[in-house]
C-alpha cells in the first residue's frame, strides 16, 4: 500500500485547509511513515491535524533541499519526546541566497532558523550524499548529475561555504525514490537539477525499474518553451502514467502537462490524498 497526502503546497481547494508557498507530504509506505519536507511555516501540522494525520508516527523526515519553504517548517515538528531521524545533504543548512533582476545575491532563502538553537532537532541529522536504502523499498538518491543538454543548474541561486558566496550547483537536493509492485514512484522537492535529469538518474540506479508515478515540485514556471515541451516530451517517452506537478512547477506548466498528458496529470493540492 503506498499513500500520499499532500500537506503544504502553494494552492488549495478544500474548507479548513491551509496553503502557503512550500511543499510538504505525508507518506505511507506499508507500515513506514515518512514527512517528505515541512513547507515553510507549521501550516503542515494544521493541515495534518485536519486530514485526521498524526505526525507522531512519523519514522523519518527527508529534507529535499536547504529552501526556507521546505524546511523552515521543520521547528514546527510536534515534539512528543522523541523525534524522528531527520535525511537530508550536509550543505542544506548552509547559508543560501538569491539574486532578482541583478547579478547580486541579496535575499536569504536558505533556513529561516539557527542551527545551532535546536540541538534537539540537529542532533537527529543523517546527512546523505547519496543512493541510500532506508527501509524496504525506500530510497533518497543525492547529487543527482545532470545528464541533458537542455537541462542545467538554474541561475541566480547562490551558497555561503567557510564566509564566501559561490554559485550553488543544487547539490543538496535529494529525492525519494518509492519502490510498490516491482515499479518506481518518484518524489521531488523543487527539481532544481532538472525534471529529467532526476528521472534519468532514477533509471540509472533502478535499471531494471519503470517508473509509475513523479510527484514533485519541477521550477518550470520561466523555463524555455522549447525545455518545457521537452520535459512533457520524455515524460510521455517514459511512459510515467500518473504525474502531480506541485508547489514551483508553475501554472502555465501545469496546464501544458494538463493538455497533452490528460488524464495521466492529476492537479491536486493542499488537502488532497492518491492511494496507489
Keep these: 500500500m503506498l499513500k500520499v497526502h499532500i500537506l503544504t503546497d502553494d494552492r488549495v481547494r478544500k474548507r479548513g485547509i491551509l496553503a502557503e508557498h512550500g511543499l510538504s507530504l505525508w507518506i505511507e509506505k506499508d507500515d513506514k511513515r515518512i514527512l517528505f519536507d515541512t513547507g515553510q511555516s507549521s501550516v503542515f501540522c494544521h493541515n495534518a491535524n485536519a486530514m485526521g494525520i498524526d505526525l507522531g508516527q512519523t519514522e523519518y523526515i527527508i529534507l529535499s533541499h536547504g529552501h526556507y519553504d ?12 522523541k523525534f524522528p531521524k531527520i535525511f537530508a545533504h550536509p550543505e542544506a543548512f548552509l547559508k543560501k541566497y538569491s539574486a532578482i533582476d541583478s547579478n547580486e545575491p541579496h535575499k536569504e532563502i ?10 534537539n532537532i540537529m542532533e537527529k541529522v543523517v546527512y546523505n550524499n547519496k543512493h541510500t536504502r532506508l527501509a524496504e523499498g525506500i530510497s533518497i538518491c543525492g547529487e543527482i548529475p545532470s545528464s541533458t543538454d537542455f537541462e542545467g543548474i538554474p541561475k541566480g541561486f547562490y551558497i555561503e561555504k567557510e564566509g564566501k558566496l559561490s554559485r550553488d550547483m543544487m547539490l543538496d537536493e535529494q529525492m525519494l525514490v518509492v519502490e510498490q509492485g516491482g515499479k518506481l514512484f518518484v518524489f521531488l522537492g ?13 533509471l540509472k540506479l533502478f535499471p531494471d525499474k519503470e517508473i509509475h508515478a513523479l510527484v514533485a515540485g519541477m521550477h518550470l514556471e520561466n523555463v524555455s518553451t522549447l525545455r518545457l515541451q521537452m520535459t512533457i516530451q520524455y515524460i510521455l517517452d517514459m511512459d510515467i502514467q500518473k504525474v502531480i506537478p506541485l508547489h514551483c512547477t508553475g501554472l502555465g506548466a501545469m496546464c501544458e502537462m494538463k493538455r497533452f498528458l490528460g488524464d ?9 490524498t492518491i492511494e496507489f
Excluded: E, I, M, Q
Excluded at 190 to 202: A, D, E, Q
Excluded at 264 to 272: K, M, W
Design 110 to 119: 536558505g533556513l529561516p532558523w539557527n542551527p545551532a538553537d535546536y540541538g
Design 190 to 202: 523543487c527539481s532544481h537539477p532538472g525534471v529529467v535529469n532526476s528521472l534519468k538518474y532514477t
Design 264 to 272: 495521466r496529470c492529476l492537479t491536486l493540492c493542499a488537502g488532497d
Design 70 to 81: 521546505h524546511c523552515g517548517g521543520l521547528v514546527y515538528f510536534p515534539w512528543t519526546g
